[in-house]
């Protein structure tokens, strides 16, 4: 498990139309619908970057609905491994409607997602290693350790007093503020 790999060699795009059946009574895209899209993606992803099919869910965390997308869009989702633990990986899925008559892409929504490669008997198991590129690539690998000891907290699986990410950045806000 030695290969080292970047958040591009796990990139997702997935382009789609919104159809009656998927939006709720205002005609827009229903937010379950879009959560599992964005699974989806994410999924393929994590498969992609673990090389292997058994890659599960573990959380889904900061999942933001910024703008309504209404019947009828071209949504295109963007998902890609931002780092990768031992064997659970982070994925950002950024969400994007498309105007086909004027060309306008803008930004509805993002979501972050963890995903944990595991063998045939569900028991998580070693992934490669990531090495952001761009800018955008290195800020979010270096987010990333902080949103996993949040979401740990938040699940009751990691003491709030052994988050080291979150006690700097609330150290570093003190200082900011005197
Ligand atoms: C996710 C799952 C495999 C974790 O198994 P586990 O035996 O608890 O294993 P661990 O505690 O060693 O956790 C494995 C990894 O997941 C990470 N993890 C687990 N829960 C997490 C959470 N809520 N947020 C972020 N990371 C989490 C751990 O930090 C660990 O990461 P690392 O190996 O990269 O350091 C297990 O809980 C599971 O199978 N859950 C059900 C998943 C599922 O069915 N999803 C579909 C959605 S319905």
Redesign the pocket.
């Known amino acids: 498990m030695d290969k080292v790999k970047t958040p591009n060699d796990s990139l997702t795009i997935m382009t789609n139309i919104v159809l009656p059946n998927e939006t709720n009574y205002l005609n827009n895209l229903f937010g379950g619908e879009l959560l599992s899209r964005m699974d989806k993606a994410c999924s393929i992803s994590a498969r992609r970057h673990a090389h292997t099919h058994r890659v599960?869910?573990?959380?889904v965390?900061q999942v933001s609905f910024e703008v309504p997308i209404p019947v009828g869009s071209i949504v295109k989702i963007e998902a890609k491994v931002t780092r990768a633990?031992?064997?659970?990986?982070e994925i950002i899925s950024d969400v994007w409607l498309e105007d086909p008559s004027t060309g306008q892409i803008i930004k509805t929504n993002q979501g972050i997602y963890?995903f944990?490669a595991?063998d045939a008997n569900?028991?998580?198991i070693p992934i490669p290693k990531i090495v952001p590129q761009s800018q955008e690539e290195k800020d979010r690998y270096d987010a990333a350790l902080r949103r996993?000891q949040l979401?740990?907290v938040?699940?009751k699986?990691m003491d709030p007093q052994d988050a080291t990410e979150l006690k700097a950045l609330f150290a570093q806000k003190e200082e900011g503020s005197n």
Do not use: E, G
């Open positions: 599960v869910t573990a959380s965390n633990f031992n064997s659970s990986m963890t944990v595991v569900n028991k998580p996993k979401s740990l938040i699940a699986r």
